[in-house]
């Protein structure tokens, strides 16, 4: 598979969702700093558990229009809502105007309409693959947007103290350019036939189809016990080597060595996982091209899981960014895998709200890692490792359950086909 083989969508959406993308991180990484200089930090903590909440509404909503109406419709309304709410939000943070809380009322659309846009977008991108492409789509869709947070969180660190007032006009210009894109370049991928649309389906009803899916809850289930162990780096890992390094050498051999405390520490470790994703994605598809799917998982999500259990068993730096290849090595393994059997588990008739339900599994996982930070004051380090070990074998065993009910289906229905 090679790039020049995808559908023309997929080529104009990598190229516009590298650019929005860009756009939005020089900024929503910093909202959080944003309000709570604003308006203080348990109302900022307020004003964002309830933008979830509004994330999660919309993606609900678009999941179950989209497989409804289709997609372009859709992602057009999206995005021209999200230029529209920048454009006020830079009216608000203007050199005329400094107003806070009109700027939150205007996020919740901004929040609703990515919302929207998420699930919708993620089953046009299964809309026009099949089995044997998703694998290479997902890496390069996952490099992409990696590679679009390394560059934007650099410059949007600089920018966003003295230029705010630019950068959301800015993302406002990206939406609308990427809304007129969308329009009259990207094809409609989706159509439900004539008597589909004879039967409309309620939201309740479709959205009961998708949580009475047993093997798709499996699957649900097994993205929040990994997801969750990605969590900690920002959580109780972060805190657990901000108390114990206060300096150590980067490397306890030569002379001149550099010194550094948890929190550099810390830093070095993101840095290391983002140019790690980066620059080793390639390689790693590569290496493992001819693996199966189990055996990726198995080596994947293994190696995974013991490297996040070790930040919690040493303070030794040079251990710590061994530990940190590891963990984004098993990543890049299992992540293009996990995006692949998602695309199996939804079917064509009810995609967008299957990938909407599927974007519970970051929410959940957020809230793990935040409870985790309440455990670690009554668990040791060490015991968090092992909680750690626990959660990854749990998802490694569901992920392999899912695989295997999948293999024996596409047996079952191949074998039926020839009867």
Same mark, same amino acid.
């Given at each position: 598979?090679?790039?020049?083989?995808?559908?023309?969508?997929?080529?104009?959406?990598?190229?516009?969702?590298?650019?929005?993308?860009?756009?939005?991180?020089?900024?929503?990484?910093?909202?959080? +700093?944003? &309000?709570? $200089?604003?308006?203080? #930090?348990?109302?900022?903590?307020?004003?964002? !558990? @309830?933008?979830?909440?509004?994330? %999660?509404?919309?993606?609900?909503?678009?999941?179950?229009?989209?497989?409804?109406?289709?997609?372009?419709?859709?992602?057009?309304?999206?995005?021209?809502?999200?230029?529209?709410?920048?454009?006020?939000?830079?009216?608000?943070?203007?050199?005329?105007?400094?107003?806070?809380?009109?700027?939150?009322?205007?996020?919740?659309?901004?929040?609703?309409?990515?919302?929207?846009?998420?699930?919708?977008?993620?089953?046009?991108?299964?809309?026009?693959?099949?089995?044997?492409?998703?694998?290479?789509?997902?890496?390069?869709?996952?490099?992409?947007?990696?590679?679009?947070?390394?560059?934007?969180?650099?410059?949007?660190? +600089?920018? &966003?103290? $003295?230029?705010?007032? #630019?950068?959301?006009?800015?993302?406002?210009? !990206? @939406?609308?350019?990427?809304?007129? %894109?969308?329009?009259?370049?990207?094809?409609?991928?989706?159509?439900?036939?004539?008597?589909?649309?004879?039967?409309?389906?309620?939201?309740?009803?479709?959205?009961?189809?998708?949580?009475?899916?047993?093997?798709?809850?499996?699957?649900?289930?097994?993205?929040?016990?990994?997801?969750?162990?990605?969590?900690?780096?920002?959580?109780?890992?972060?805190?657990?080597?901000?108390?114990?390094?206060?300096?150590?050498?980067?490397?306890?051999?030569?002379?001149?060595?550099?010194?550094?405390?948890?929190?550099?520490?810390?830093?070095?470790?993101?840095?290391?996982?983002?140019?790690?994703?980066?620059?080793?994605?390639?390689?790693?598809?590569?290496?493992?091209?001819?693996?199966?799917?189990?055996?990726?998982?198995? !080596?994947?999500?293994?190696?995974?899981? %013991?490297?996040?259990?070790?930040?919690?068993?040493?303070?030794?730096?040079?251990?710590?960014?061994?530990?940190?290849?590891?963990?984004?090595?098993?990543?890049?393994?299992?992540?293009?895998?996990?995006?692949?059997?998602?695309?199996?588990?939804?079917?064509?008739?009810?995609?967008?709200?299957?990938?909407?339900?599927?974007?519970?599994?970051?929410?959940?996982?957020?809230?793990?890692?935040?409870?985790?930070?309440?455990?670690?004051?009554?668990?040791?380090?060490?015991?968090?490792?092992?909680?750690?070990?626990?959660?990854?074998?749990?998802?490694?065993?569901?992920?392999?359950?899912?695989?295997?009910?999948?293999?024996?289906?596409?047996?079952?229905?191949?074998?039926?086909?020839?009867?």
């Amino acid at each position: 598979m090679k790039f020049r083989d995808l559908h023309p969508n997929l080529k104009i959406r990598m190229v516009t969702q590298f650019v929005s993308q860009f756009a939005h991180l020089m900024v929503m990484p910093f909202l959080t +700093v944003y &309000f709570a $200089q604003k308006v203080g #930090e348990t109302t900022t903590g307020l004003m964002l !558990v @309830s933008l979830v909440f509004v994330g %999660i509404a919309g993606g609900l909503i678009g999941g179950h229009f989209s497989d409804q109406w289709g997609r372009k419709k859709l992602m057009v309304s999206a995005e021209i809502g999200t230029g529209i709410a920048f454009l006020v939000i830079a009216g608000f943070n203007s050199p005329w105007l400094d107003l806070p809380y009109a700027t939150y009322a205007v996020f919740i659309l901004v929040m609703f309409a990515g919302g929207v846009l998420t699930p919708v977008s993620q089953a046009m991108v299964l809309d026009v693959t099949t089995e044997d492409s998703r694998r290479y789509v997902f890496t390069l869709l996952y490099w992409i947007t990696n590679l679009s947070s390394a560059i934007a969180g650099v410059i949007g660190a +600089v920018l &966003f103290q $003295q230029y705010l007032f #630019e950068l959301f006009i800015a993302i406002s210009a !990206v @939406s609308f350019l990427s809304a007129f %894109i969308t329009l009259f370049f990207i094809l409609e991928t989706y159509t439900k036939s004539h008597q589909e649309n004879t039967q409309p389906v309620s939201m309740i009803k479709n959205y009961q189809v998708v949580f009475l899916d047993k093997l798709f809850l499996a699957f649900l289930a097994a993205g929040v016990c990994i997801l969750s162990l990605e969590e900690q780096l920002t959580n109780f890992i972060a805190i657990h080597l901000a108390d114990t390094i206060e300096s150590e050498p980067l490397f306890p051999w030569g002379e001149g060595a550099v010194m550094v405390d948890g929190v550099h520490m810390l830093g070095i470790l993101r840095s290391e996982n983002t140019l790690l994703v980066v620059f080793a994605t390639g390689l790693i598809a590569w290496a493992v091209k001819k693996w199966s799917d189990r055996f990726i998982l198995w !080596v994947g999500l293994s190696i995974y899981s %013991i490297g996040y259990a070790v930040f919690t068993w040493t303070d030794q730096p040079w251990i710590l960014i061994i530990s940190m290849v590891a963990v984004t090595v098993g990543e890049l393994m299992y992540i293009p895998v996990r995006q692949a059997m998602l695309g199996k588990l939804a079917p064509d008739s009810a995609r967008s709200s299957y990938l909407a339900v599927h974007q519970f599994i970051y929410y959940i996982a957020m809230l793990i890692g935040a409870v985790d930070i309440m455990l670690s004051a009554i668990m040791p380090a060490w015991a968090m490792g092992v909680k750690y070990l626990l959660f990854g074998g749990a998802g490694l065993t569901l992920f392999l359950f899912v695989n295997k009910r999948m293999e024996e289906k596409e047996v079952y229905q191949e074998t039926k086909m020839i009867d």
